[in-house]
């Protein structure tokens, strides 16, 4: 039975960063992915354009994932503007004010996702395995057993393989079943709705603008892509979105305008549009004994506030770092000490920021009166309270700064 010192289920954007992070040290890391080799090593676009903070750019720069970037594809956030309903007033952010040269930066999800297996593939200390899922996980005082079946063809008959290793992390989305087998309950919520994303050129220039529209029966974020081209997520009830993903390109498009209010232009999709059920879900810890969850398996955020992949890059890069001290000490590096100082660690970042994206999406997609009314004064407070909008720019300066900070439950471009 081969012997590691680290397992990572799952080859996604957080399992893979992780992975990356244990470049030049001794510890043998092996990566377990249920996805064939084509689509980890060459991913296709997803439609997701991840709205990137300091914080993860400043990790991704240590991990030289930002680097690698095409520059072609990083569209940097200057200004964002939040409206409500159907009233003209809008909540304004300048990255100007707040000292920084972008509020975030957009990037392709798959570019990015390319960036980091990139940077992994050829490490020496680290194994990729895919076509294999991972099927049952058990660990003991001293190690942790992980047995996998390997993808075959309906004419093979697959057998269970065994791997150990002193610690083993899922990576294996927000629905995952080794997080459920190691005892660790969670927190899901599912909204009953669905976002669909999609790029779209205009006429008129974005202006560096990210707009957050909380409209009554739907929200739209228009967010700001190289040259006249924006990404486009819309939230709605499922039954809304499967009538607006059906709908011709043509009424597409016409109907984003039109909800718009013609900001852009005229506005035409570019490719195809991609719908995701919105469900999310907190983990009440982040361990077990030898065991670990990152990336969604730990958080899995409603997209709203844009920061699941940042908190699973935060995540990764406490409980590396603590591993990585660990080793060199010559330390157990998947002792309770070190699981509990990550736990608690991240669960100060992620717990704010998910019960409040989560409140947000209550409030901001309630219609009765009172609820109009509350979204109504909360913009016009957040506009006008001195103290709020400095607490929102030394939010986005200290994403500089630390590891760990706490974050508002705030948009994404205000982090
Ligand atoms: C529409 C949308 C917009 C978003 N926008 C943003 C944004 O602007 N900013 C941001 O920070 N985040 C954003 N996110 C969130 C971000 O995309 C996710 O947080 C991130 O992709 C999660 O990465 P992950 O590696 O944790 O999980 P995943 O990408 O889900 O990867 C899990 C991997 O585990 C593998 N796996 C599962 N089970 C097994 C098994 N049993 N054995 C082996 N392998 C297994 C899967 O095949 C998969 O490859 C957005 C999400 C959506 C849907």
Same mark, same amino acid.
């Given at each position: 039975m081969k012997n590691y010192d680290i397992i990572i289920i799952g080859a996604g954007p957080a399992g893979l960063s992780f992975a990356r992070s244990f470049k030049d040290t001794k510890l043998q890391v092996l990566v377990l992915e249920k996805s064939p080799l084509e689509k980890i090593a060459k &991913?296709? &676009?997803? +439609?997701r354009e991840i709205a990137l903070t300091h914080l993860s750019l400043k990790i991704m720069t240590e991990q030289k994932t930002w680097q690698a970037l095409p520059q072609e594809v990083i569209s940097p956030i200057q200004y964002a503007s939040v409206v409500n309903g159907d009233s003209p007033y809008s909540l304004n952010f300048d990255h100007k004010k707040a000292k920084v040269d972008a509020l975030g930066y957009l990037v392709p999800?798959?570019? *990015?996702?390319? @960036?980091?297996y990139n940077e992994v593939v050829d490490l020496d200390?680290?194994?990729? =395995?895919?076509d294999v899922t991972v099927e049952d996980v058990n660990t003991d005082a001293e190690t942790a057993f992980v047995s996998y079946m390997k993808s075959t063809d309906a004419n093979t008959i697959s057998t269970a393989e065994m791997v150990t290793a002193q610690l083993v992390v899922a990576a294996d989305s927000r629905f995952s079943a080794t997080r459920r087998k190691m005892g660790i309950p969670c927190q899901m919520r599912d909204f009953s709705r669905t976002a669909i994303v999609c790029r779209m050129q205009h006429e008129l220039p974005h202006k560096e603008t990210a707009y957050e529209c909380f409209y009554y029966g739907r929200t739209m974020a228009i967010l700001p892509m190289n040259n006249r081209v924006s990404s486009v997520v819309i939230t709605m009830s499922s039954s809304a979105a499967n009538t607006l993903m059906n709908m011709s390109d043509e009424s597409f498009n016409r109907d984003i305008e039109h909800h718009f209010q013609n900001r =852009?232009?005229? !506005?035409? =999709? =570019?490719?195809?549009? %991609?719908?995701? &059920?919105? *469900?999310?879900?907190? @983990?009440?810890? $982040? %361990?077990?004994?030898? $065991? @670990?969850?990152?990336?969604? @398996?730990?958080? +899995? !955020?409603h997209p709203v506030t844009a920061h699941g992949f940042n908190l699973g890059l935060q995540g990764q890069h406490i409980l590396a770092t603590a591993i990585k001290d660990a080793a060199t000490r010559g330390k157990d590096i998947a002792s309770q000490r070190i699981l509990k100082h990550y736990n608690f660690l991240h669960q100060q970042n992620t717990r704010p920021l998910y019960h409040g994206t989560n409140g947000i999406v209550t409030l901001f997609t309630s219609e009765t009166l009172p609820a109009k009314l509350a979204r109504k004064a909360m913009l016009h407070l957040a506009n006008n309270a001195f103290p709020l909008k400095k607490l929102i720019s030394n939010k986005l300066t200290e994403a500089n700064q630390g590891v760990n900070l706490p974050k508002l439950p705030l948009p994404f471009f205000i982090r």
């Open positions: &991913p296709a &676009p997803d +439609g999800n798959y570019q *990015i996702r390319q @960036a980091i200390n680290i194994e990729i =395995l895919t =852009l232009g005229k !506005m035409t =999709l =570019l490719d195809k549009r %991609y719908s995701y &059920p919105l *469900i999310a879900i907190h @983990a009440d810890r $982040f %361990y077990a004994n030898r $065991f @670990a969850v990152i990336g969604d @398996a730990s958080v +899995g !955020m």
